[in-house]
């Protein structure tokens, strides 16, 4: 059974970097074809994609985010982690992990989420 779980980090601050880990298991993330994504809604928004890491390691993000995002991955933890910097109130949403099995494909399998919070 596929599972994904993000890490919590609670509140964050304006201005500071935000570090989110998605562990998985039941499912390698260097395993093609699959694609392991950051997506997060927030509050009465729909959701947004912010980027994804293929299983070699190839990152794409999503233009209005992409001077402040990165994706990076910790293979023998089997953990993909998102960094976010220079956050404002805007930012403020709950941040989900997915698997897309491929790239044609929609999001197959999501982490429960977590609440991330900016504020000073």
């Known amino acids: 059974q596929v599972q994904l779980q993000e890490s919590d980090p609670g509140l964050v601050k304006p201005s500071q970097t935000l570090s989110l880990t998605c562990t998985v298991s039941g499912s390698s993330i260097t395993t093609a074809p699959h694609y392991w994504n950051w997506v997060r809604q927030p509050p009465g928004k729909g959701l947004e994609w912010m980027g994804v890491?293929?299983?070699?390691?190839?990152?794409y993000y999503a233009p209005s985010l992409e001077s402040r995002i990165s994706i990076s991955r910790d293979t023998p933890k089997n953990q993909f982690t998102l960094q976010l910097i220079s956050v404002a109130a805007e930012d403020t949403a709950e941040y989900y992990c997915?698997?897309?099995?491929?790239?044609?494909?929609?999001?197959?399998?999501w982490g429960k989420g977590t609440q991330v919070t900016v504020s000073s």
């Open positions: 890491i293929s299983s070699r390691g190839f990152t």
């Open positions: 997915a698997r897309m099995n491929n790239w044609s494909d929609g999001m197959d399998y």
